[in-house]
């Protein structure tokens, strides 16, 4: 079983940025594919933007699209979101997940997950 650790969260004002890291347990194989997703007070988890390990195959969710930015250290085993542009909706939980195989936006087929990352945007 894979553990997930997230941080980096914080309060950021509107337009602001933050960057968040995911640390896995053991080190990441090609195959797994990391994920960001997001859970708001009320809502329900989305995907937000995920990463193929082994090919830096990149996904985004399309409201992130040209603000976040999903990479990887390899030599760190850390996957990193750094967030540009933030806006108040942004605000919830960011969590990360690992699944093995290929791209997925469906939380259902995640297996390992973090205790996740506040974020707060403020306006």
């Known amino acids: 079983q894979v553990q997930l650790v997230e941080s980096g969260g914080g309060l950021v004002q509107s337009g602001g940025s933050l960057t968040l890291a995911c640390v896995p347990s053991?080190?990441?194989?090609?195959?797994?594919?990391l994920g960001w997703f997001r859970q708001a007070p009320g809502k329900e988890r989305e995907f937000v933007a995920g990463?193929?390990?082994?090919?830096?195959?990149?996904a985004y969710a399309d409201s992130v699209k040209g603000r976040f930015t999903i990479s990887r250290d390899s030599a760190e085993n850390t996957m990193y979101l750094q967030m540009n542009s933030l806006r108040p909706d942004n605000t919830a939980l960011y969590l990360c997940a690992a699944r093995v195989g290929g791209i997925s936006r469906d939380s259902r087929q995640y297996r390992n997950w973090g205790r996740g990352t506040q974020v707060t945007v403020s306006s």
């Open positions: 990463l193929q390990w082994g090919s830096g195959t990149r």
């Open positions: 053991t080190r990441a194989a090609s195959l797994i594919f």
